[in-house]
């Protein structure tokens, strides 16, 4: 048996039909140089932002189960395309879906983890010497039912893949050129990373640098999985390589900087400082399947015996999370709920900063420096991170990425628009 390698094409990867025939050129050369090819893509272009748009004109509160139904549509249309562009360049390829692989999952919509995948009918496939297209971002339960993985999940089913089949590695191609010290769209002189260890990718990834999903580089740490980020339009490159931190040699204290736009803020004001109350409010939470990011609890005033207690989750769980919070009511006996939605988080991340003091002190002076209030601080070994106001967020990235010395003197290829739906 030749030696498999995943390969996944992004949405701008194959956002149209000529794309498509670039991206078939792609794996053609890969399968030329002796190798298996499975192929994980996308839904084009903005497709699956469309999806979501048809969805919410039809209804405010679409169910979870017919928006997975919905949305694994779209990458439905690019399996097939694709396997006929290989076809029409005379390379043997089928499609198939999650349903047909066997990609097992959760019973959780629109989030759900893999639990298995089934690997025979691909390497059935492989055997025949044809390329196999599959789609990435959803799966099935046990009971048949259509989950997807989350946004951004086709990376996650490409690393997947990759570990089930024991692939020698897993391509993510994108329309950058590889992993930046941030965001090559709000900083073009960010620089690009020639390799990076999966703790400081899944910091950045967590912390909202979406060039990779965060369970993808999970996914790959579990598997040891080499993987890396490259561009589909300059494909001599090789971009950059994700791997074990023992390989690598630290430099600077941080490596990179993110943002994070997608969560809000909740805070429950005078809630009893007893034993069990956090207990309750996050057991409330964890029941409806709500990830909670960055969690305060107030220092205790000893003449009330009540503090306040802020979390930041996911801004598409908020009625959820609402309606938890109003059910324990009685519980925890708070006077007040404030919802703050104009955040941002900001983290810098590297593992160059532990064992080195002064690091955070920096970055909360460069915020001061211009003006910015931080909301909420929280850290772990690699990485600090600030909440502060949704419209200084840009202002934020920029300042830190400069104080912390990674700014290039070239200016970053990005390709594709941002999504203006
Ligand atoms: P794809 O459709 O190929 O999955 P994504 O839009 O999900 O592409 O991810 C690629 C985008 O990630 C880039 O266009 C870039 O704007 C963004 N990005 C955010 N942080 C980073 C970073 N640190 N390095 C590279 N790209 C980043
Ligand atoms: N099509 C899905 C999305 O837009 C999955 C992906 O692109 O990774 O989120
Ligand atoms: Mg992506």
Do not use: W
């Amino acid at each position: 048996m030749k030696d498999i390698i995943v390969q996944k094409f992004g949405g701008t990867s194959v956002a149209d039909t000529d794309k498509i025939k670039n991206v078939a050129k792609a794996v053609i050369k890969e399968k030329n140089l002796g190798h298996s090819v499975v192929v994980v893509v996308s839904a084009m272009g903005h497709t699956t932002d469309m999806l979501v748009k048809l969805a919410k004109e039809i209804s405010p509160n679409p169910s979870s189960r017919e928006m997975d139904m919905l949305l694994s549509t779209g990458e439905g249309v690019s399996i097939a395309l694709l396997a006929m562009a290989l076809q029409a360049q005379g390379c043997n390829a089928v499609s198939m879906n999650a349903m047909q692989v066997g990609i097992f999952t959760e019973k959780i919509h629109s989030k759900a983890r893999i639990l298995e995948i089934k690997t025979d009918r691909i390497i059935q496939h492989l055997e025949n010497d044809e390329v196999v297209v599959i789609a990435g971002f959803q799966g099935i339960t046990e009971d048949m039912e259509i989950t997807t993985l989350g946004r951004g999940g086709s990376d996650t089913s490409a690393v997947a893949l990759a570990g089930a089949l024991g692939a020698k590695r897993c391509d993510i191609y994108t329309d950058v050129e590889g992993v930046y010290t941030t965001d090559p769209r709000i900083v073009p002189c960010a620089s690009k990373l020639k390799e990076i260890s999966y703790e400081e990718m899944m910091e950045l990834a967590y912390g909202g640098a979406n060039v990779l999903h965060p369970r993808a580089v999970e996914t790959a740490m579990k598997y040891n999985a080499p993987v890396r980020v490259r561009s589909t339009f300059k494909t001599d490159d090789l971009g950059t390589l994700i791997l074990g931190a023992d390989k690598m040699e630290l430099q600077k204290p941080v490596t990179g900087v993110a943002s994070d736009l997608s969560g809000l803020r909740i805070v429950v004001c005078d809630v009893q400082d007893n034993p069990g109350t956090a207990a309750s409010l996050f057991d409330g939470l964890a029941a409806e399947n709500i990830s909670v990011d960055m969690i305060i609890q107030s220092y205790a005033r000893k003449d009330l015996n009540t503090n306040d207690i802020a979390f930041t989750i996911d801004r598409g769980d908020v009625k959820k999370a609402m309606a938890v919070i109003e059910k324990i009511k009685p519980d925890l006996n708070y006077s007040a709920v404030y919802v703050d939605d104009e955040i941002a988080k900001i983290s810098i991340v590297g593992a160059g900063m532990i064992g080195r003091p002064g690091i955070a002190a920096k970055m909360f002076r460069t915020l001061a420096n211009i003006g910015i209030n931080i909301k909420m601080i929280a850290t772990s070994e690699i990485k600090v991170s600030c909440l502060v106001d949704k419209d200084r967020a840009n202002d934020a990235v920029e300042a830190l990425h400069t104080v912390f010395g990674l700014d290039s003197d070239q200016i970053a290829d990005v390709k594709g628009d941002l999504p203006n739906i």
